[in-house]
């Protein structure tokens, strides 16, 4: 589906061209976490567009709203929709991204709600999990269901470059674009709404880093 929905989509451009990581392989991994920019993704050529000539919003409203297709496509449907005027009524949270900033770099952990996972560690270690192994894909289910009552709450705010050392963000993805909560790690902790989730994201991460040592 990321070949169909690509192959419709007109170029357009992230705001957000901050570049995290000295390798440009890294940046470009980290930039996908957020599912904003179809043009970043290189689409296998098509013979035709299932769509027409151009999108059809009726048609790409419809993979946003399928929860059968990856949570990263039905982002992608949902932002084209937001970029061309359309209007969006969901709210539906379907990933979360973990900024960690640290004196080596910065820590980014991803989780949607298909049970996809992303991370790349400071070190510029990058893992992908795709549904497996099983206990990965609950947890990442897990923190973003977790992220739900905090995403309701939060309004939508555009992309920024990654937090200040000394903070951390975690940047909701829903339907009707990102929300955004940053803070010290005290502050995110005691929350009421955020405290949960960054305890979710921590067992997650445990997991992740378990899978690769």
Request: hydrophobic content about 45%; charged content about 25%; glycine content about 8%.
């Amino acid at each position: 589906m990321f070949k169909k929905l690509f192959a419709v989509f007109g170029a357009r451009k992230n705001a957000a061209s901050a570049k995290p990581y000295k390798q440009d392989e890294l940046n470009l991994v980290y930039q996908l976490l957020f599912c904003d920019d179809p043009d970043l993704v290189k689409a296998t050529p098509v013979q035709a567009s299932l769509f027409g000539a151009a999108p059809d919003a009726r048609v790409v409203q419809t993979i946003g709203e399928d929860p059968a297709e990856e949570s990263r496509v039905r982002l992608l449907a949902w932002h084209w929709l937001r970029s061309a005027g359309q209007p969006v009524a969901s709210r539906e949270l379907l990933g979360i991204v973990v900024e960690v900033p640290l004196e080596e770099g910065l820590d980014a952990l991803a989780a949607y709600a298909d049970g996809s996972v992303r991370y790349i560690n400071h070190t510029g270690r990058v893992a992908v999990f795709e549904g497996a192994p099983a206990e990965v894909a609950e947890q990442g289910k897990r923190l973003v269901h977790t992220a739900i009552p905090l995403a309701v709450k939060g309004a939508v705010k555009g992309r920024a470059a990654p937090p200040v050392l000394g903070n951390l963000r975690l940047t909701l993805l829903a339907a009707d674009g990102p929300h955004v909560r940053e803070g010290t790690f005290s502050e995110i902790a005691r929350d009421q709404l955020s405290g949960p989730v960054l305890q979710q994201a921590q067992r997650l991460l445990d997991l992740v880093v378990r899978q690769g040592t």
